[in-house]
C-alpha cells in the first residue's frame, strides 16, 4: 500500500521568497511521484513528475522537485514566489507495476498563501 | 487541443436519487480515471478504464460504478445518493495510463452537491 505525507495544510510565504512544499511518501517499490496544482473551481495541473530518470525534476512556472530515496521525500520548490502561485498543491504517488490502473494516491494537499 | 470535458459541471440531486457524469478524455486517449475530491477526504481514486474495461476500482461501495464507451468517452454513476456524495467528481485521461512516459490530463471537474 502507498500513501503521502503532506507536512502543512497552509503554507505561508511573502512574495519573492523562497517557496518549499513537504512531501513524504511510502511505498512497497520505487515509486512515481507527481505534483499537482489546483487552482480554485478548476481541476488539477501536472507541475512535474518523477519516474526513475533524474532525481531531481523541473516543472513548470519554476518550480523544482528532489526525489530522495534515503528519505522518502519529494519536497516542491520555487526559489522566488510570485502572487499567481497562490493555490492549493497536491503530491501524488504511483506504482509503476501498476501501469496507471491503480491510479494515484494524493496526499492531503497543501494551501500555498503568498503575502503581498 | 481540447482537454478532458466534464459535463455537468454543477448538479444539485436529492437523497436517493442517482446521478451519471460524463468526461470526454482528450482525443486518442484511451485511459480515463475518476476521482472523488471532498474536504474531509481529499482525492480519492474510484476507478479507471481503458479500452472499455475498468482494469482497477477504489474503495468505494458498489453503488459508484462507471463505464467507458469504444470512443473511449466514460460515464460514471451514483446511485441512492446519500449526502456524504457530495464532492467534486474529476477525470483524467492519458494515453495509455502507463504514467512513465505518459502524462494524465484532468478535467475541470462535476460539482455534485446533495440535498
Known amino acids: 500500500a502507498q500513501s503521502v505525507t503532506q507536512l502543512g495544510s497552509h503554507v505561508s510565504v511573502s512574495e519573492g521568497a523562497l517557496v518549499l512544499l513537504r512531501c513524504n511518501y511510502s511505498?512497497?517499490?520505487?515509486?512515481?511521484l507527481f505534483w499537482y496544482v489546483q487552482y480554485p473551481n478548476q481541476g488539477l495541473q501536472l507541475l512535474l513528475k518523477?519516474?526513475?530518470?533524474?532525481?531531481l525534476v523541473k516543472g513548470i512556472n519554476g518550480f523544482e522537485a528532489e526525489f530522495k530515496k534515503s528519505e522518502t521525500s519529494f519536497h516542491l520548490t520555487k526559489p522566488s514566489a510570485h502572487m499567481s502561485d497562490a493555490a492549493e498543491y497536491f503530491c501524488?504517488?504511483?506504482?509503476?507495476?501498476?501501469?496507471?490502473?491503480?491510479?494515484?494516491?494524493f496526499g492531503k494537499g497543501t494551501h500555498l498563501i503568498i503575502q503581498p | 487541443k481540447a482537454g478532458v470535458t466534464q459535463t455537468p459541471r454543477y448538479l444539485i440531486k436529492t437523497r436517493g436519487q442517482q446521478v451519471t457524469l460524463s468526461c470526454s478524455p482528450i482525443?486518442?486517449?484511451?485511459?480515463v480515471s475518476w476521482y472523488q475530491q471532498t474536504p474531509g477526504q481529499g482525492l480519492q481514486f474510484l476507478f479507471e478504464?481503458?479500452?472499455?474495461?475498468?482494469?482497477n476500482k477504489g474503495n468505494f461501495p458498489g453503488r459508484f460504478s462507471g463505464r467507458q464507451f469504444s470512443n473511449s468517452r466514460s460515464e460514471m454513476n451514483v446511485s441512492t445518493l446519500e449526502l456524504g456524495d457530495s464532492a467534486l467528481y474529476l477525470c483524467?485521461?492519458?494515453?495509455?495510463?502507463?504514467?512513465?512516459?505518459?502524462?494524465?490530463?484532468f478535467g475541470e471537474g462535476s460539482w455534485l452537491t446533495v440535498v
Open positions: 518523477y519516474t526513475s530518470a533524474a532525481t
Open positions: 483524467a485521461s492519458s494515453k495509455t495510463g502507463d504514467l512513465s512516459g505518459n502524462t494524465i490530463y
Open positions: 511505498s512497497s517499490v520505487p515509486p512515481y
Open positions: 482525443s486518442g486517449h484511451r485511459s
Open positions: 501524488a504517488v504511483s506504482d509503476p507495476s501498476g501501469g496507471g490502473a491503480d491510479g494515484l494516491t
Open positions: 478504464y481503458f479500452s472499455e474495461t475498468q482494469r
